[in-house]
């Protein structure tokens, strides 16, 4: 067999803070590593905090000091989404009462699944290990416990020399002001693939957390990209920006409630009753900016909600060049600097920027 699916982690219960971690000593190239990520809800009573995907707070792929990948449940969802364009993988996200939300999300260090050329090659490193950091509070809706399945897609029998992998970093995160300039020296060690930028907000969509983009090399003697969050999305950020998702509502009568969700720009909605019963009554669902939409109803009674919009999780993805010709990315060696300047749109977010980047062996 040419390749083989292995669980590195079965099915595991986190019912507390904690890191797992995984050493990856297999003799075969990895193409894509699979979390399985679950969310089992507490009572009714309680409301929705965040989206499930923020109780993942980190996840790393580390040698020693050197970090392969390193990303939080935000970002490794929203560049999944980009870079495959899968959404969703498979899951059954909800919020009703003792049932398990989940989700499952990749990590990939090649162009594609089974990617000859680009794959993590673990004999290339001392001590590989893939750390997943949770708190498992920190979204949902009062969950009495996460769970957490590992699984990685790998080489077998056919033998591949991988020249190099994806690498993906967080290279800085802070608090928007509005107006403000944010400046950001990026790193020019390896070619780029791919610039994300993101801003997960509820109430602003990243169109208004955002106002102008520009990324400059050399004190702008050349202006690579410069423009409205707003128009990048729609010209060159557009592959995949689009997604959809249904989610099982439990919706209160007269009393509105707030429901997270993957996208966070011009927000679409509708809602069909999921029960065995007819409780009737007319079912409101309205909002979405920044990933919080919320629900009303005359009579509580379970819905499913087909969702729509842009911007997975408020994530402009800018892509360098045909992304499955790896000499068309974007070369930054012998450039003195590569600047980020963004301008903040508004007060008390937290902005991001992380990239995928083209790692050599």
């Known amino acids: 067999m040419n390749y083989r699916y292995l669980e590195l982690l079965g099915l595991r219960d986190i019912e507390a ?4 971690t995984i050493d990856l000593n297999m003799a075969d190239p990895i193409s894509e590593i699979f979390l399985d990520t679950r969310t089992t809800n507490g009572p009714e009573t309680n409301e929705a905090t965040a989206h499930w995907i923020a109780t993942v ?3 790393e792929i580390v040698d020693g000091s050197d970090v392969l990948y390193s990303l939080d449940g935000y970002e490794m969802e929203a560049l999944d989404i980009y870079h495959s364009g899968k959404f969703p993988r498979a899951y059954w996200p909800n919020y009703f009462s003792y049932s398990e939300s989940m989700r499952l999300t990749a990590i990939s260090f090649g162009r594609f699944l089974w990617d000859p050329i680009l794959a993590l090659d673990p004999k290339k490193f001392a001590n590989p290990q893939l750390r997943i950091t949770f708190d498992y509070d920190a979204g949902g809706r009062a969950p009495t416990k996460c769970s957490l399945s590992v699984l990685a897609a790998l080489f077998d ?4 020399t991988p020249t190099g992998f994806l ?3 967080e290279v800085k995160k802070w608090t928007t002001e509005d107006g403000s300039h944010e400046y950001t020296d990026l790193p020019t060690d390896y070619p780029y693939r791919k610039l994300l930028i993101q801003s997960r907000y509820p109430g602003y969509g990243p169109d208004e957390m955002f106002d102008n983009i520009k990324l400059s090399q050399d004190q702008d003697k050349k202006v690579v990209l410069d423009g409205q969050f ?4 729609f010209g060159i950020g557009r592959e995949n920006a689009l997604v959809e998702e249904w989610l099982g509502v439990p919706v209160h009568a007269s009393t509105q409630r707030p429901v997270y969700i993957t996208p966070t720009m011009e927000v679409s909605l509708i809602g069909t009753e999921w029960d065995g019963t007819r409780h009737g009554g007319t079912l409101a669902c309205w909002s979405g900016a920044g ?4 629900t009303l109803c005359e009579t509580a009674a379970n819905y499913n909600i087909h969702v ?4 997975p999780h408020g994530t402009l993805c800018i892509p360098f060049g045909l992304q499955n010709e790896i ?5 930054v060696e012998g450039i003195g600097s590569l600047k980020l300047d963004i301008t903040d749109g508004q007060d008390s977010g937290t902005g991001k920027i992380f990239i995928q980047q083209h790692r050599s062996y």
């Open 327 to 331: 000499e068309d990315w974007y070369k």
């Open 230 to 233: 707003r128009d990048l999305l």
């Open 291 to 294: 990933g919080r939409m919320y």
């Open 157 to 160: 029998e056919k033998a591949i």
């Open 57 to 59: 707070t980190k996840v």
């Open 17 to 20: 803070d904690l890191t797992v």
């Open 167 to 169: 690498m993906t970093k």
């Open 308 to 311: 729509s919009g842009y911007a």
